[in-house]
């Protein structure tokens, strides 16, 4: 007699034989997804899902939403080239016009958009070195807490990094306050020290090339930028020919209840870094700038996937359906009911520390009632010693992305 290994067992095996230590959602989640559609994903083992991964936001639409499936049916079907390296296509015109319809007015009336290796992290070094090039200048403003891709330039500018290069700032928020007073007065300290780091001439913080922010912190866990307080930002940067950079890789596309994040606040960025939900659920990433910017020389910033036909067409396909179907207010409204009830479960269960969000990007910071005060684990938000604690939020931020629930 014969015994056959299990199909999901034996995969699932050989996985942990064959690849890296790094493997990260794959040590979770132990599961062989084979179909998929909408918020629900079937494994190997009969079981239905659903995914509040998302792609990592990734997938706007949910999984092969029809609208997208079509796109690269249609290029498939019509012979053209898949791979074309920065050469001009009618795919990749039918993409640029449809993005530039969603940007910001004040962007988009006088942008240019370099496409990049198809991972947000490499549009992120794109845009640090399109700064620098046009400033002349090469140090970087970011935050604490900020996460920007996992290559050595973007890793600078996160917050579990050590660099050289880059100015650190305090990025505000309620729960766990750097100042530890929360609300609108901690929101103005943080603008302060800001404003403090670049004009007092003994900080050691020479004029940088750029300010990189994203509008609501991902990986930091799910902290939302103060209007008010980007906006101050966004003045502090403009006063001092500063370019600032919004990432907006994960709060993109309708995620946060507006189509780019940076809306809420009514802040034009000089340059946005744009990827994940843009390719529609395939491998893109684009740096949107302000055309005084660009000042490169040819083959500056290159990348050989960088004409990705078939996430040009998903790409194009999926910003027409949100933008046409509304679903970023859509996104908005189920946000506002979900936070709405965790708030109410928070109340009712000391473990959850705190509940916040914009939109459907959402996190929840579950903590350990009994621990002693000011500790990683507990809920008390104390003074500055009280920074962001690691291991402090369930899962990562991508795991609490919703992404997928912006289907109408």
């Keep these: 007699m014969v015994v056959t290994e299990p199909v999901p067992e034996g995969i699932l095996r050989r996985q942990s034989a064959r ?8 040590r979770a989640l132990p599961i062989v997804p084979v179909r998929a559609r909408g918020l629900t994903i ?25 609208v997208v499936l079509e796109a690269i049916r249609n290029v498939l079907d019509s ?51 399109l700064v620098r090039a046009a400033t002349g200048r090469t140090g970087v403003l970011a935050f604490t807490g900020a996460y920007h891709g996992m290559t050595a330039g973007s890793l600078e500018v996160s917050g579990g990094a050590g660099d050289v290069r880059v100015a650190r700032l305090p990025y505000p ?22 404003e403090s780091v670049l004009d007092d001439p003994k900080s050691g913080v020479r004029r940088p090339a750029g300010m990189i922010i994203e509008p609501v912190q991902g990986e930091g866990g799910v902290i939302p930028a103060p209007d008010a307080w980007l906006r101050r930002m966004r003045q502090i940067t403009a006063d001092r020919s500063i370019p600032l ?48 910017l660009d000042v490169w020389q040819p083959g500056a910033h290159a990348g050989t996937f960088r004409g990705n036909q078939l996430a040009m067409a998903a790409g194009a396909a999926t910003l027409a359906f949100v933008r046409e179907n509304g679903l970023a207010d859509r996104a908005a409204v189920l946000g506002a009911r ?4 965790l708030r109410r479960l928070a109340e009712e269960f000391p473990c959850v520390g705190d509940v916040r ?19 990683a684990g507990s809920d008390e938000t104390g003074g500055a010693d009280d920074v962001h604690p690691a291991g402090a939020m369930s899962g990562s931020a991508e795991a609490r992305g919703l992404g997928g629930a912006h289907r109408p």
């Design 245 to 292: 950079i919004a990432d907006e890789v994960q709060t993109g596309v309708g995620r946060t209840g507006a189509f780019w994040a940076v809306e809420h606040s009514g802040v034009t960025p000089d340059v946005m870094v744009l990827s994940k939900a843009i390719g529609g659920s395939l491998p893109l990433a684009v740096v949107v700038y302000r055309e005084e």
């Design 357 to 375: 969000g914009r939109g459907l990007m959402i996190g929840v910071e579950m903590v350990d009632p009994e621990a002693p005060s000011g500790s």
């Design 79 to 129: 012979g053209a080239p898949l791979q074309v390296l920065d050469l001009a296509t009618p795919v990749k015109d039918a993409f640029v016009t449809e993005l530039f319809r969603t940007l910001p007015p004040g962007l988009a009336d006088h942008a240019r958009v370099q496409f990049c290796g198809p991972a947000g992290t490499d549009a992120v070094e794109a845009a640090l070195k």
């Design 173 to 194: 928020q309620d729960y766990r306050c750097p100042f530890g007073v929360g609300g609108e007065r901690g929101a103005e300290l943080a603008a302060r020290w800001t």
């Design 42 to 66: 079937e494994g190997a083992d009969g079981r239905r899902y659903l995914d509040c991964l998302s792609g990592a936001g990734a997938l706007a639409l949910g999984h092969n939403h029809p």
């Design 338 to 341: 979900i936070l709405g009830r």
């Design 19 to 26: 690849e890296s230590a790094a493997r990260t959602y794959a």
